[in-house]
């Protein structure tokens, strides 16, 4: 049997191939007939270009249908899709392309001056253009080739694709995704998730990223579904478009700007089936206020790039806020403590998970691979959480986000889900700083809600003095209009730390 992920999400297209597949903000569709045509023609250009299976194609363009085709013409030829997210500059890319010896570079128009600078080519080497509005020299490449491609054979360990991480701590690694961790994962969320005949997903969310290339589209796939396939995230066209959709995926700042929206109501969301959340911590006061709103209780999950999605809420059953749910069928999930022992319920520990979507290392570093796993495979996220004595599980956060004061240690997300239920508090983010007087304090950045009274550092101190600790109370508290995130939602504490770092010396 051919385990190439796009001949495994083939078999869930529908029997009428003209059923859409595509539909675009100015009604424009594309059908599944079109979809295999067009990824025909993206896999007879790459093949054209003398790539042979396994070689690596890394793109860094604008979400388009093009886009999308292009990744999936990519896997078809058996090659490896090397995503990059169109904001990163010329110095970033060069070390992606050097890094994972790339064969063709698909950009911009407006960089392709610019990649034509940078040293990573070679005699055997591609760059081609790919603009937002179908044209570029990509296009007319493809124009030129039939629409007709026999998907390669590949075995389920073969390369699918390299995920470059974000870097924060040092050097990017690349996650080299095997056409089975896609697929296995791809299955298991089109059943967890309960996806059934007549879905259609509002698809908002970028195409460089797992989230949006990986999970929206294969289920979509799978179930042969229409994506109604949007730019970008706007509130105001999400809600437009609810009447017309059954699920929508996205990250929790879509759902905080859904709720500064008037139409946001039962009536809007009556055909929505499923609203689903994940990349970043969902906010209590989103989760309740979005029930109440709309009818519906979000479906918090877990996920990362080197495993997909992993844990998740249930479809059916409770969907506890604060937690993302319980691991995916297939899917091992442990907490445990600084030697590698199991822990008890509610006990905060490291979350370590095991399963065939797990990647299968980082590009070229087998030392960093190494230390990534235990000796009985099981990968270390890097996270902290619990589990409730009920099953469900909590992250904590980030283990390098992990406060120690005095020996002891200070879990942020708990002090920010206090601080996120005061009057007047958007968001906060609770980070150590090093202080020269001190040793390390604990700081609070809080975002202020638009309207409302205005919270106080004295009056956010003292609260949290009753249920806290005194070393776990912020010694320092600053308020912004909002808190800095990457393309996905995360909160980036490391722009904070550095930001915060010479005032708290001061």
Not at 93 to 121: G, H, M, T
Not at 287 to 297: K, L, N, T
Not at 323 to 328: A, E, K, R, S, W
Request: glycine letters at 8%; charged letters at 20%.
């Amino acid at each position: 049997m051919n385990e190439n992920i796009y001949a495994i999400l083939s078999r869930g297209f529908p029997q009428n191939a003209d059923t859409p597949f595509l539909i675009l903000p100015d009604n424009e569709q594309y059908s599944y007939r079109q979809l295999e045509q067009e990824s025909a023609r993206y896999a007879n250009v790459l093949v054209a270009c003398g790539l042979e299976p396994g070689d690596r194609v890394a793109v860094q363009v604008d979400k388009s249908p093009a886009a999308l085709f292009l990744y999936l013409g990519c896997v078809r030829a058996g090659l490896a899709y090397v995503p990059i997210n169109p904001g990163y500059q010329c110095d970033e890319v060069e070390y992606f392309l050097k890094d994972a010896d790339v064969s063709v570079f698909i950009c911009r128009p407006d960089f392709l001056e610019d990649a034509r600078k940078l040293q990573w080519n070679s005699e055997e080497s591609w760059t081609f253009d790919l603009g937002i509005d179908n044209t570029g020299s990509l296009i007319e490449a493809v124009r030129k080739q039939p629409d007709t491609f026999s998907t390669a054979q590949n075995a389920a360990d073969d390369l699918a694709a390299i995920m470059y991480t974000s870097g924060t701590t040092g050097r990017s690694k690349g996650t080299m995704l095997s056409h089975r961790n896609l697929s296995s994962n791809a299955l298991v969320l089109h059943s967890y998730w309960e996806f059934v005949p007549g879905d259609v997903i509002l698809h908002m969310l970028p195409i460089y990223h797992t989230h949006g290339l990986f999970v929206a589209t294969h289920c979509a796939m799978l179930n042969g579904s229409p994506l109604l396939f949007e730019p970008r995230f706007d509130a105001k066209r999400a809600l437009r478009l609810m009447p017309k959709a059954t699920v929508l995926m996205g990250v929790p700042p879509n759902y905080a700007a859904l709720l500064n929206e008037s139409g946001l109501t039962p009536e809007t969301c009556e055909q929505m089936r499923l609203f689903i959340s994940g990349s970043a911590p969902l906010l209590p006061t989103t989760f309740e206020e979005f029930r109440r709103r709309s009818g519906h209780a979000i479906l918090e999950r877990y996920g990362m790039t080197e495993g997909g999605m992993l844990v998740s809420n249930p479809t059916n059953g409770e969907r506890r806020c604060g937690t993302v749910g319980f691991p995916l069928p297939g899917t091992q999930a442990r907490i445990v403590d600084d030697q590698g022992r199991p822990v008890a319920a509610d006990v905060i520990g490291h979350i370590q998970v095991k399963g065939e979507n797990l990647f299968s290392g980082y590009w070229r570093m087998p030392e960093k691979t190494r230390d990534e796993f235990t000796p009985d495979d099981y990968f270390k996220t890097g996270d902290v959480g619990h589990y409730d004595r009920d099953g469900y599980l909590t992250i904590v956060g980030r283990f390098k986000d992990v406060i120690t004061v005095d020996n002891r240690e200070v879990y942020p997300k708990s002090i920010e889900t206090a601080i996120d239920l005061m009057p007047g508090v958007a968001e906060s983010a609770v980070i150590g700083l090093s202080d020269r007087a001190n040793g390390i304090t604990v700081a609070a950045v809080i975002a202020y809600r638009q309207h409302g009274p205005r919270p106080t550092a004295e009056g956010i101190t003292s609260t949290l003095k009753e249920s806290f600790d005194d070393f776990q109370v912020p010694g320092a508290v600053y308020f912004v209009d909002q808190l800095p995130r990457n393309g996905m939602g995360k909160v980036q504490k490391s722009v904070l730390r550095e930001r915060y770092q010479d005032p708290i010396n001061r």
